[in-house]
């Protein structure tokens, strides 16, 4: 394996272990409080929005063309969409602060677990594709991985304290967590092949992982505004913009 797909590959461990410190928080002292996790989940959504708008769907159409990579990016939406509408929640991250009965939480199943490992999978893939060639980490793929790694966070709280309401032990709720995140190192595979096919399909791909992070965004969003007050779900959300954008200027 040569330097630029170790490169990539470290770069998805990163996120990996991100969503393994929230595994441990909610292992180690239970489930996080709804303002905390309001503020993780909304503050991660307006990161993922801002490396939409201003790296992916810009770098997708450099590729495409602005029709194609609408198109693309509206694949990506529409595919997360079903799979969270007709399958199973994709993202426990976003739903995880309905109730004090946890009303907000799925019940623990498989497809439940099949769903947000394909959603670490899909992180993975725009962590690869996002990497500019020969390695170059860039802008675009150090906003991603910014961005995708505050997602990990609450992701892995979340779903760690999923498994602990379902009645698992805590070193098989940390397990289960561990388990689905590593489809994150799965999805570079992916990534790196289209690294080594024509342009097109990686501003494909671009596209569609840019769509997934609008779905995420989007669910987010509504979620967090319909339990929490409006007013500091957008002020978090604006925290996670800005983040972006301070950190996209000091790259320049």
Known sequence: MGGFEEYIFLRA???????LVGACLATAFGRA???????????????????VLTELIPE?????????????????LGLFYVIGKRLSLLCPACDATATDE???????????????????????????????????????????????????????LALATLCLAAGRRRL?????????????????????????LPGMWLGLAIGIAAGSFCYVTAFAMIEEMREHEKGSVLAYAFLGIASILLLSLALM
Do not use: N
């Open 13 to 19: 461990a990163v996120a990996v272990g991100v969503s």
């Open 60 to 76: 997708s159409s450099q590729r495409l063309g602005w029709l194609r990579a609408t198109g693309a990016t509206l694949v990506g």
């Open 102 to 156: 946890m009303r907000g939480f799925l019940r623990l199943s498989w497809l439940l677990i099949a769903a947000v490992a394909f959603h670490a999978f899909m992180d993975g893939v725009a962590i690869a594709v996002s990497t500019g060639e020969h390695g170059r980490l860039g802008r675009a793929g150090l906003l991603t991985l910014v961005a995708v790694s505050y997602h990990k966070l609450p992701e892995g």
């Open 172 to 196: 098989v709720a940390f397990a289960i967590t561990l388990g689905v995140e590593l489809a994150t190192l799965v999805g570079p595979f992916l990534g790196l092949l289209l690294h080594h």
């Open 33 to 51: 409080s709804h303002r905390v996790l309001c503020a993780l989940v909304s503050f991660a959504a307006g990161a993922l929005l801002a490396v």
